[in-house]
């Protein structure tokens, strides 16, 4: 069976090279090649939010991913800067001191 095997990849993009649909062969084409990649490794631990926002990240222009990126380096640098208020009222309210030993 495998020197029946052929894993030459054929595009059928082309509708000048590929003119008309024989029919069985396209379904079974796409049914292979969908079937040969299989899911990676990576992909196989993601949630649907997760891809679906890959998806979002992948359809996006250059100047649109780099903004996305200054707005999250924005947003963690805010998050920095309210954690750090938040310990220096921690370590004013006493909050974080280390309790007394008992007598």
Known sequence: DDKLLSFEKLD???PDLWP???PGVTEYEVGRSIKSVGTPRWLADL???DI???QE????TLSQLME???GLQNLAYQLGLEEAR???RGK???ILGKPKPPR
């Open 86 to 88: 938040e310990m220096t």
């Open 57 to 60: 990240f992948g359809s996006l």
């Open 47 to 49: 949630e649907k939010d």
């Open 52 to 54: 679906n926002l890959l």
């Open 92 to 94: 004013f309210l006493n």
């Open 20 to 22: 008309e649909k024989i």
């Open 68 to 70: 996305k990126v200054r």
């Open 12 to 14: 059928r993009s082309s």
